[in-house]
């Protein structure tokens, strides 16, 4: 997996459905550092973090897959 491509989309997505890093780790019941480091690219997205963030975001996980380069 490639942290950093996924962390890319989770903070584009954040930020499209109008989410501070705060209001969203607050949901998520994680620190800001601990989802900046995802969204950095710096720590490991585990399927159970993956799938709260979908959750809460109202998207289907997969939407959050980087795009397959060509």
Do not use: H
């Given at each position: 997996?490639?942290?950093?491509?996924?962390?890319?989309?989770?903070k584009a997505f954040r930020k499209l459905?109008?989410?501070?890093?705060?209001?969203?780790?607050?949901?998520?019941?994680?620190?800001?550092?601990?989802?900046?480091?995802?969204?950095?690219?710096?720590?490991?997205?585990?399927?159970?973090?993956?799938?709260?963030?979908?959750?809460?975001?109202?998207?289907?996980?997969?939407?959050?897959?980087?795009?397959?380069?060509?």
């Amino acid at each position: 997996m490639e942290t950093d491509q996924w962390g890319r989309r989770i903070k584009a997505f954040r930020k499209l459905k109008g989410f501070t890093q705060e209001r969203l780790a607050y949901q998520l019941g994680i620190s800001v550092s601990v989802l900046g480091e995802v969204e950095r690219g710096n720590r490991p997205l585990s399927d159970e973090l993956l799938k709260d963030i979908s959750e809460i975001l109202r998207i289907q996980a997969d939407e959050l897959r980087p795009l397959e380069k060509k």
